[in-house]
């Protein structure tokens, strides 16, 4: 069972905290990390191209000129795709990339990447974080504290003032407990988590 250091953010260890082995000590699957951020990655995309068939122009109600008698191609609308200004054949449509995996595979693919923080060693776990006014100085003074670069921060609870203070800092992002995820849990170098969050964390994907 994992034992990591709980620390103030003066970097004074105040306490220890078991973690569980079946959240933190898991075996990390390197295959259902790439299927759990491929979905993640194709859920993002837009499919946004998109353009108008002959029934989505506008006009050409109108028959151009009479069927027979005038020596040109007959012809029934000026939507048609030949001319000008009709509508395109197989033209792109906006599509949903999006897809599932199952919930069961999502869960141990959060283990594997909350395991694979622990064995590198770059995890840590915060009592709290308090602030009282929003000041971006301070809150890089604890980053530079721990030494800590490209960090994804998970809060137990909505928390405004650390929120705005590390929003203009470069590669730092603050999410909460509901909303971790595989994707940035890999893109990030460094997890730190608030004491409380750990059980949140624990409590879902044990559940």
Do not use: C
């Not at 000590?25 to 299927?35: C, K, R, S, T």
């Amino acid at each position: 069972m994992p034992v990591l250091n709980v620390y103030d953010i003066e970097k004074t260890k105040i306490a220890e905290l078991e973690l569980s082995d079946l959240v933190f000590g898991a075996e990390v699957n390197e295959h259902i990390l790439y299927e759990v951020v491929k979905m993640q990655l194709a859920s993002r995309r837009q499919g946004g191209g998109s353009t108008k068939g002959r029934s989505d122009v506008r006009g050409g109600g109108k028959k151009p000129w009479r069927q027979k008698g005038t020596g040109r191609a007959r012809s029934g609308t000026s939507r048609s795709p030949l001319w000008r200004g009709g509508g395109i054949v197989f033209g792109p449509k906006p599509r949903d990339f999006s897809y599932k995996v199952p919930k069961k595979v999502r869960k141990a693919a959060l283990k594997s990447a909350l395991s694979m923080k622990v064995r590198e060693d770059r995890l840590i776990i915060l009592r709290d974080f308090p602030m009282d006014e929003i000041k971006t100085k301070r809150f890089q003074e604890v980053l530079d504290r721990f030494e800590l670069g490209k960090t994804l921060f998970v809060l137990d609870e909505r928390n405004t003032i650390l929120e705005k203070s590390s929003k203009n800092i470069k590669d730092v992002k603050m999410m909460r407990s509901e909303g971790i995820n595989v994707y940035d849990l890999l893109k990030y170098d460094n997890l730190v988590l608030l004491e409380p969050s750990v059980k949140k964390i624990e409590g879902v994907l044990l559940s």
